[in-house]
């Protein structure tokens, strides 16, 4: 099943489609909340996307890894990383895939 991914670009089409603004003001509209959601993160906030997902900052301490080839081991430094939890309702979603959305609409 070949899989299509979804740029910035579309997401300001279906906003367009589905609001009627401009495309350039959907496309402003998309940006800054895009811009939102990564200065909140970029601060260490969590931002939470109701239905949707919540996205959070975690901080991992320094570890001992070992390198594949060599078996040498390294210290991997702290870092921040972000998480991502899906809804309930996102979760249901995608399992039942896209016809459960079409058998609704008929």
């Known amino acids: 099943?070949?899989?299509?991914?979804?740029t910035r670009a579309d997401l300001a089409?279906?906003?367009y489609e589905e609001v009627g603004l401009s495309r350039n003001e959907t496309a402003d509209?998309?940006?800054q909340v895009l811009d939102q959601v990564v200065s909140n993160l970029a601060r260490g906030n969590s931002v939470k996307i109701s239905s949707f997902a919540t996205f959070n900052v975690r901080q991992k301490g320094q570890r001992i890894g070992r390198n594949p080839k060599t078996g040498e081991e390294v210290p991997i430094e702290p870092r921040k990383v972000i998480t991502f939890k899906a809804s309930q309702q996102l979760k249901e979603k995608v399992r039942k895939g896209p016809k459960a959305k079409e058998q609704a609409k008929e």
């Open 29 to 31: 509209l998309v940006e």
């Open 1 to 6: 099943m070949p899989t299509r991914t979804i």
């Open 13 to 15: 089409e279906a906003v």
